[in-house]
């Protein structure tokens, strides 16, 4: 049975730093992706970022690029975002989901219907 649980949200102030994790288990393969999406109230559910399991190949929405960093620990099993300068706006629930690998590619907005799999979420708060 394939499962994605996140870990790591919380409260943080304004321009400090928080490292999501995503733990993969019960896939049967390597042909997949994670990708990290987040949902903040009355928004509609945007994309992160994705990396792709197979060849470790990443992908980020536009707005994110310059304070976010997706990457993997292959032991573990586990996708990790790593959050820097955040900001209130950033305030939302993170979720981590799978799809088949080539779905994660640089067209990352609305991408998140085609996901299968998805964590939890946990929740992110920014706040002085």
Do not use: H
């Not at 400090?16 to 994790?21: M, V």
């Not at 900001?87 to 779905?103: G, I, L, N, Q």
Request: one cysteine or more; proline letters at 4%; hydrophobic letters at 35%.
């Amino acid at each position: 049975q394939v499962q994605l649980v996140e870990s790591g949200g919380g409260l943080v102030q304004p321009g400090g730093s928080l490292r999501l994790s995503c733990a993969a288990s019960g896939f049967s393969s390597e042909d997949y992706a994670i990708g990290w999406f987040r949902q903040a109230p009355g928004k509609e559910r945007e994309g992160v970022s994705c990396f792709r399991i197979p060849d470790g190949i990443s992908y980020y929405e536009d707005s994110m690029k310059v304070r976010f960093i997706i990457s993997r620990d292959n032991a573990k099993n586990t996708v990790y975002l790593q959050m820097n300068s955040l900001k209130p706006e950033d305030t939302a629930v993170y979720y981590c989901a799978a799809a088949p690998f080539r779905v994660c590619s640089s067209r990352i907005r609305g991408t998140w219907v085609e996901y299968e799999t998805w964590g939890q979420g946990t929740q992110v708060t920014v706040s002085s």
